[in-house]
């Protein structure tokens, strides 16, 4: 795992042979960030994958994305995931985050000592088996349907965690994926008023821009604390950030 602030060499990365960095850098492709770019703008992402530390780190540590780093550089300061928690990660595919999740909260049962967690991903897309996560590939978690399958698997039980990473398609305006991801952000807190336990977690990704502060502001009624987050893995010159809401409410 690369820890917050580890300096990898990339040198010691690009030095690497060029198979190798091929191997890693299909293993941690998330699918949707090559869907309608152009072949010069694939080829510019190509490159920065290859010379990309947390890619490179993905692929020696098994993660399918190089997310998971997002994920673990939250968790490193807030320590949300916990054994025996409940998550429920919404735009989960390829995975990563329910990698991530599934090792913090112990939903497996490897540990016998600590208590078994369960982890529940969804995504619009297809996804491969991630042991002991219970996926709902194919699946729109804004779909009352979803919504209710998410709540028949946790069968009375309320989550601790719910996590999403939902991203749509991005198209060449702004401000309208802004708007659409922050439909999604309000379409995950809406669902956690009935989900989430009491002292529960949420955290989700959106792109900066004017509905931020109306999210904020509406998280704000249901958590004790809401703030800001921009992990080191998020790219710099993306405008994604994370916001985290602490301490949900009895309501
Ligand atoms: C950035 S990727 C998630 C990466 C994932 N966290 C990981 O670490 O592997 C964003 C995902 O959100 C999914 N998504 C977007 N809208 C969705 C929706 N309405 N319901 C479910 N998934 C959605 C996309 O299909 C895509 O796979």
Redesign the pocket.
């Known amino acids: 795992m690369v820890p917050t602030g580890t300096k990898l060499r990339i040198s010691t990365i690009l030095k690497s042979n060029y198979l190798d960095s091929l191997i890693s850098i299909s293993r941690n492709i ?4 090559l869907v309608n770019k152009d072949v010069s703008s694939s080829n510019r992402w190509l490159e920065r994958q290859k010379r990309d530390i947390f890619v490179k780190q993905a692929g020696l540590e098994n ?6 780093f ?2 673990l550089q939250i968790n490193e300061k807030t320590q949300i995931l916990r054994p025996g928690h409940f998550v429920i ?12 999740a599934v090792q913090n909260v112990n939903s497996t049962g490897k540990d016998p000592n600590k208590p078994k967690g369960l982890v529940i991903g ?4 297809h996804m491969s088996p991630v042991e002991g996560a219970y996926l709902l590939p194919g ?5 009352v349907a ?1 919504q209710a399958k998410v709540k028949e698997i946790l069968c009375d039980r309320k989550a601790n965690v719910i ?7 991005a198209t060449g305006h702004k401000s309208h994926n802004h708007e659409i991801i922050v439909g ?1 952000c309000f ?1 995950v807190l809406q669902f956690s008023l009935s989900a989430l336990s009491p002292g529960g977690t949420m955290v989700c ?1 959106l792109w900066a821009g004017g509905d931020q502060s109306r999210l904020e502001a509406a998280m704000r009624t249901v958590f004790e604390q809401v703030k800001v987050m921009k992990p080191e893995a998020s790219r710099d010159d993306s405008s994604e950030i994370f916001l985290l809401g602490k301490g949900f409410k009895e309501l």
Do not use: E, H
């Not at 998330?30 to 960030?33: A, G, L, Q």
């Not at 996590?163 to 398609?169: E, G, I």
């Open positions: 998330c699918v949707t960030n993660y399918r994305c190089r997310s998971a997002k994920l990660d919404c735009g989960a595919a390829p995975g990563s985050w329910c990698q991530v969804i995504d619009l897309q699946s729109d978690f804004t779909k979803t996590l999403s990473d939902m991203a749509p398609r999604l379409s990704k």
